[in-house]
């Protein structure tokens, strides 16, 4: 059974600073996707990534993945108070009887203080 | 862009009633997918559907249903709400996972308070 776990579970941090969001799993797979949540909101997709090495940026936020050691980063770059939120790493499992399920970790909220 | 919408954001109902979520999407998507979130456990997979009038049970199906009739709508039906079903509920579509493009979109969710 696929398992993910994403550290830390809670991250309080400065502006300015940076920092990285873990998210390990336990089979293989070669699909990973962040996504982002704001308070009593949906989720928003960030970034999809598709195969070993693949390194996705958008602001201040980079995602990469390695598969061979089954885990994926979110660094974040001079932190700013926006991107406070609950952040989600989901991932894509190998197919076994045609399931399309994805399996989410449990999420790492991020507060950026002023 | 992707739509996803969801048939009510709040919804307050008393324990033993029958509650109907609704979910449309307006991509073609084949899979839709039911889950719930709750503080400290994360997103759930109560059901999902890959085609019109499939469904697979997901992790936590008790106490649900879903229909799924029509393409573009997926339902979850709680035949006899409970207290312990209080939460928040997400709906998401997606292609197939063989699309080089597949990705789920979530809707915007239901806060459902059961009294």
């Known amino acids: ?114 | 862009d992707v739509k996803v919408t969801q048939s009510s954001r709040y919804l307050v109902k008393r324990t033993g009633e029958k509650v109907f979520l609704e979910c449309v999407q307006d991509m073609d998507h084949e899979n839709m997918f039911w889950y719930r979130q709750d503080p400290g456990l994360g997103l759930r997979l109560i059901y999902f559907s890959y085609d019109v009038k499939m469904k697979e049970k997901g992790d936590i199906p008790e106490g649900y249903s879903v229909s799924r009739e029509k393409k573009e709508r997926f339902s979850l039906i709680l035949e006899s709400a409970s207290t312990n079903q209080t939460s928040m509920y997400l709906c998401a579509s997606s292609f197939p996972r063989e699309a080089s493009d597949y990705e789920q979109y979530f809707g915007p969710g239901t806060r459902l308070t059961v009294t």
């Open chain 1, 1 to 114: 059974e696929l398992k993910v776990e994403q550290n830390p579970l809670f991250l309080s941090m400065q502006e300015g600073k940076n920092y990285t969001i873990y998210c390990n799993y336990s089979t293989t797979s070669d699909r990973l996707y962040w996504y982002r949540q704001d308070p009593g909101k949906s989720l928003e997709s960030l970034f999809v990534l598709l195969s070993n090495g693949a390194v996705k940026q958008e602001g201040r936020l980079m995602a990469s993945l390695d598969t061979k050691a089954r885990l994926s980063t979110l660094h974040i770059t001079a932190a700013v108070h926006d991107l406070s939120a609950t952040y989600f790493c989901a991932v894509d499992p190998p197919t076994q009887g045609g399931s399309e399920k994805l399996v989410f970790g449990k999420g790492t909220k991020l507060t950026v203080n002023p």
